[in-house]
């Protein structure tokens, strides 16, 4: 469906040039993009016109909302102004740390999906929210990998293979992937993509960064893809402790 | 469990926590520094004459905190002064009950010219401001107001008067999103002179606003002291102790936080304390330290070299081509202010000294569509 496995977002950049130039480097087709940031009837919207790439698919988010009843409401409006029904389902009625709210996101998911929605929501690495996610009609789940716009990389990794071996929709890593070998490690347990934005947009040099994270995403599903060599704790003895009972 | 911030407020003493604060060591500064999460004493050692000599060091980080939480960006807001009406007597201010000034409340065709001139400046978010005439600016009367504005703003904030819980949670659906109501001053004493008369020298009604917008579910309330009226090191000190409670208890809720300090005005109040420059970006950096998350916001108060300087230091947030009389856009630009703008530059002025900065200018950052 997608030739990149990195998907990216749209805030903290410097300036909308600047974004769009990341964008591009990143190779990057799937963006997305807060609904509360966009002018919906303004078709001039200055962060809309830098997005405007054949390749670059809108992925529109509902950043801001604090309950079900509005993520519903913000992803019909989305999907009438942008002409997606796509939506990154984001309820995080904790303004601080921006965590989700495991209850609203999966009654929103259930909602949306009966209304036609490509549903992608934005969660806890929690293994069992992932799994009702799925009986919901989701599309795919977007675990995080550490508190949104920390950086700190993937301190749920854990949880994150439990989910990856458990899925069967694809699992996108979404938040607080730091450097672009957070991205490539979160590819080799089997991501099937992780989405960027922080660690892009307030690096020094958003665009050789972007291209950085594309290369290292890449990696990393080829790594995943030819398989890892084992990883051994112990030595193998090469005379085997149990040889006798052969003989 | 404390019912309201009354209840740990009264706990400290003012004498002890100006103290505590003053004693700081440049030890206590240094382990501040090299703190992970910052406490309540950590931000009283960044505050401290201690931490003078580090101000550098404070600046660096304080500046990789906001740039890791908000980026380069820069929200733009407008106050629109909607009355001058007031009841109170407040030593400071250009409104005060007891200030000959003619007193005009904007009328709905009035409100509207001075929308289409902040229309025209680009803006996207307004801040409401009235004195407190609580027989003719009410409830009823913004809710008026929101009715008028909502389509033309994405983003509605308010500094008027204190209101009971039932009126900040009526209001809500009428397109508020934020309220800001400053303490001036958390010393009890001082605050009783400098509010001799009127509904505002009640101390403890203004010291639970915060908590009524938090029940009221107020999507973001803004904090702060007029600094110029007491100690401000104590008074920034009891800022971030009230911040700290509402982010535990009120936890839906988005906080920010301002710093105005005294400017003067016709026949206004002389400020008793000189909070200088330096101290000012003290202050910031201590706060962005303290609370990674928070909002800082900076008005035309400040002059333009200044506000040039800091908005890579921790700032998030500013207005531009303010104007503090009610009609002060189109209605009735001569009419006396509430105090003087500093820094005169146009939003578009702002926004190419942002951009030249490399800082995209905000103008928003929210959507009515979402509430």
Redo the contacts between chains.
């Keep these: 469906m997608f030739n990149s496995r990195l998907f990216t977002g749209t805030g903290k950049f410097s300036s909308t040039e600047l974004m769009e130039k990341a964008l591009l480097a990143s190779g990057s087709e799937l963006v997305t993009v807060a609904l509360k940031r966009v002018d919906l009837n303004d078709h001039k919207d200055d962060i809309l016109t830098h997005l405007n790439h054949p390749h670059l698919n809108l992925l529109p988010n509902t950043s801001g909302v604090r309950t079900a009843k509005e993520a519903v409401f913000a992803a019909q409006l989305a999907r009438e102004a942008l002409e997606t029904n796509w939506i990154k389902l984001e309820i995080h009625p904790d303004p601080k740390y921006l965590m989700p709210d495991p209850i609203e996101t999966l009654l929103a998911t259930e909602q949306l999906a009966k209304l036609g929605f490509v549903v992608l929501p934005y969660i806890h690495a929690d293994p069992v929210l992932c799994k009702r996610l799925e009986n919901a009609g989701t599309a795919a789940v977007m675990p995080l990998g550490s508190p949104i716009g920390s950086n700190m990389g993937l301190k749920t990794i854990d949880f994150l293979e439990i989910i990856i071996s458990q899925s069967n929709v694809p699992v996108i890593i979404d938040a607080g992937i730091g450097s672009p070998s957070d991205a490539a490690k979160a590819m080799e347990i089997g991501a099937d993509a992780v989405l960027v934005n922080t660690a892009i947009a307030v690096s020094r040099d958003p665009v050789l960064m972007a291209e950085a994270f594309k290369i290292a995403v890449a990696a990393g599903r080829m790594a995943f893809e030819a398989k890892l060599g084992q990883i051994n704790s112990y030595a193998v003895a090469s005379s085997p402790l149990t040889s006798f009972l052969d003989d | 469990m404390t019912k309201t911030f009354k209840d740990l407020f009264d706990t400290y003493s003012w004498e002890e926590v100006s103290n505590s604060i003053y004693e700081k060591t440049a030890a206590d500064v240094v382990q501040a520094l090299e703190n992970h999460k910052r406490s309540l004493e950590d931000f009283k050692a960044l505050i401290s004459p201690a931490a003078v000599p580090y101000l550098e060091q404070m600046a660096v980080l304080s500046r990789q905190l906001t740039?890791?939480?908000?980026?380069?960006?820069m929200q733009l807001y407008v106050p629109l002064y909607l009355s001058n009406e007031c009841n109170n007597i407040c030593t400071y201010c250009g409104f005060s009950y007891d200030n000959k000034v003619r007193r005009k409340t904007l009328s709905s065709i009035e409100i509207m010219q001075e929308v289409a001139v902040l229309k025209t400046m680009g803006y996207?978010h307004v801040l409401l401001v009235t004195g407190e005439a609580n027989q003719s600016v009410h409830t009823e009367y913004f809710k008026k107001v929101l009715d008028l504005i909502k389509p033309h703003f994405?983003h509605i904030s308010m500094e008027v008067q204190p209101l009971d819980t039932n009126d900040y949670a009526s209001l809500i659906p009428y397109g508020l999103h934020t309220v800001l109501v400053y303490q001036e001053t958390y010393h009890r004493e001082d605050y009783k002179k400098h509010h001799p008369k009127g509904k505002k020298s009640n101390f403890d009604y203004r010291l639970e606003t915060a908590d009524r917008l938090g029940e009221a579910g107020m999507y973001?309330m803004g904090l702060g002291v007029l600094i110029g009226l007491e100690d401000w090191r104590t008074d920034s000190f009891f800022t971030a102790l009230h911040l700290n409670y509402l982010?535990k208890k009120y936890?839906?809720?988005?906080y920010s936080l301002s710093f105005p300090r005294l400017r003067p005005f016709s026949g206004g109040l002389e400020p008793k304390v000189e909070m200088t420059d330096r101290e000012l970006v003290q202050l910031i950096c201590a706060y962005r330290l303290f609370n990674g998350?928070v909002e800082l916001s900076i008005s035309t108060r400040e002059s333009t070299v200044f506000r040039d300087n800091v908005i890579s230091l921790g700032v998030t947030a500013m207005s531009a081509g303010s104007k503090t009389n009610p009609g002060g856009y189109a209605v009735e630009p001569q009419s006396l202010e509430q105090f003087e703008i500093s820094d005169e530059r146009s939003p578009e002025e702002i926004a190419t000294m942002l951009?030249s900065k490399?800082?995209?200018p905000?103008w928003?950052?929210?959507?009515q569509?979402?509430?």
Excluded: T
């Excluded at chain 2, 928003?364 to 959507?367: G, L, T, V």
């Design positions: 740039l890791k939480r908000f980026g380069k960006v996207d994405a973001k982010e936890w839906k809720s988005k998350e951009r490399g800082y995209e905000v928003k950052d929210w959507d569509a979402l509430i």
